[in-house]
């Protein structure tokens, strides 16, 4: 059993204010984490489904969050959906999502940990997996856990409900998610559940559920979704708008600084430790016109590149992207391509993983979004709009996608 101290109101209020959207019932939150629930720690549930094989750095605002309760000596409960995710979350879904194999799920588990304990205290985390209780889980269970939900209930979701006015498939799998995910409530004592906005729905079952199976029920906390580089759609790969956490430092940097200008507040507010007071004044100066939006937008980009490398690093990168733009120059680090024939440029796109797609590589060449410079140096930029344009076989030759995407062609 773990003691902890009471914490102070101050760190309280941080906690639940810092990012957060929605608290089922605040008031016994703040109750608990104020009377230090007996002084034993909360047991502070996430679920995580490893249906990719790395994570974005939106991933990572539900985990920092996590990491805030770790500092006030609460226990992180993290469990890993190595059954939910052969079923395919259906949160924010307006088709059913491809199940994955028991072999990917493993895989896929493995890099998300090593990521997940870039920022989460290992020391302080609990580890489970779905399979402890769901391989002992028999047809009269399932039955079970099934009528303690009604196809109206469901259908009161927001995602299931679109789907059946426009007459596209729900299965019935999909209704045993939520289901599941709230069991993992039942079989872990969660205290506390958090995820993004878009699990509410699966939280709360995990709160109706406790009290059948004779507990108390948990409190849950949603955090906002921070918005991919469009500045529009929630951050995922599927849209391709995302920023890897792993990525390196000047890769992330780059990509920062091409966020919208609208966005940046929730990237402070979810994804860096700047005082609340600080990011009301850049909001003030910036809506006086007295501070330059991109003063504040390489401010929010140095503090989330030290977050997830270190300062040096940050400093670093900031210097090679104000180099390579100020000065219009090419960056110095450019990813070497080796092209043995004459390509068409969308094929090249694909094939040096510039584009992820022939629609995406087709839209970046008729956008004007690619530049191709012959002999590698910024005097000779040619813009691409062709989408037949053919790329010759040149040593040093350079291909720019986007603001930030490079090959250099070598033979």
Do not use: C
């Not at 493993?106 to 779905?130: C, G, H, M």
């Not at 009269?140 to 009161?156: H, I």
């Amino acid at each position: 059993m773990t003691v902890i101290q009471r914490s102070t109101r101050e760190q309280i209020d941080y906690v639940l204010k810092r990012g957060v959207v929605r608290i089922e019932k605040e008031e016994e939150l703040r109750r608990l984490l104020e009377e230090g629930n007996k002084g034993e720690a909360l047991r502070i549930k996430l679920g995580v489904d490893p249906s990719h094989y790395d994570l974005t750095i939106g991933h990572a605002v539900v985990f920092r969050k996590l990491r805030q309760f770790q500092q006030m000596g609460h226990k992180a409960v993290v469990v890993i959906g190595d059954w939910t995710a052969r079923l395919g979350d259906p949160s924010g879904r307006s088709e059913a999502r491809v199940a994955l194999s028991a072999e990917q799920v493993k895989a896929n588990a493995t890099t998300y940990l090593d990521q997940f304990f870039r920022i989460v205290s290992p020391e302080l985390t609990e580890v489970r997996w779905q399979s402890e209780w769901f391989d002992q889980f028999t047809l009269a269970d399932a039955v079970r856990l099934l009528s303690n939900k009604t196809v109206a209930q469901m259908l009161e979701r927001d995602d299931f409900s679109n789907r059946y006015k426009h007459g596209v498939e729900i299965y019935l799998s999909e209704f045993m998610y939520p289901l599941l995910q709230g069991y993992d409530s039942v079989a872990l004592h969660a205290d506390v559940e958090i995820g993004g906005t878009d699990q509410t729905f699966n939280l709360l079952v995990g709160r109706e559920l406790q009290p059948i199976f004779g507990q108390k029920p948990q409190q849950i906390l949603t955090m906002q979704l921070i918005v991919g580089l469009d500045g529009v759609m929630k951050m995922g790969k599927s849209l391709s708008n995302y920023i890897a956490m792993t990525a390196p430092a000047s890769d992330m940097y780059g990509k920062l600084m091409s966020l919208p200008d609208h966005a940046m507040m929730s990237y402070f507010e979810t994804l860096t430790d700047v005082p609340q007071a600080e990011l009301e004044e850049f909001q003030r100066k910036m809506a006086e016109g007295t501070l330059n939006p991109v003063v504040v937008k390489r401010r929010m980009a140095r503090e989330i590149v030290s977050e997830f490398h270190n300062a040096q690093a940050a400093q670093e990168a900031e210097e090679a992207f104000l180099h390579q733009f100020s000065q219009r120059q090419l960056p110095t680090d450019i990813r070497e391509y080796t092209l043995s024939e004459p390509t068409s440029i969308v094929d090249l796109l694909i094939a040096s993983k510039l584009a992820a797609s022939r629609n995406e590589a087709r839209r970046l060449v008729q956008q004007g979004g690619v530049r191709f410079y012959p002999n590698g140096e910024v005097s000779t930029e040619q813009r691409i709009t062709d989408v037949d344009f053919i790329v010759p076989v040149e040593e040093g030759a350079v291909l720019r996608a986007g603001k930030l995407g490079y090959i250099r062609i070598v033979k």
